[in-house]
């Protein structure tokens, strides 16, 4: 869910288009839940 919803806010910050560019969107906003839910159970 948080990952779905990073990846949605990256992407349309920086207007993304295409696959490439989708794919490193998905790839930052998974590195950003992953953070999150690390710092949460620490």
Same mark, same amino acid.
């Given at each position: 869910?948080? #990952?779905? $919803? ?6 349309? &910050?920086?207007? /993304? !288009?295409?696959?490439? !560019? &989708? #794919?490193? $969107?998905? /790839? !930052?906003?998974? /590195?950003? $839940?992953? &953070? ?7």
């Amino acid at each position: 869910m948080l #990952s779905e $919803a990073a990846t949605t806010e990256i992407a349309r &910050n920086t207007d /993304t !288009q295409g696959f490439p !560019q &989708n #794919s490193t $969107a998905a /790839t !930052q906003g998974g /590195t950003v $839940a992953g &953070n999150a839910r690390r710092e949460l159970e620490k």
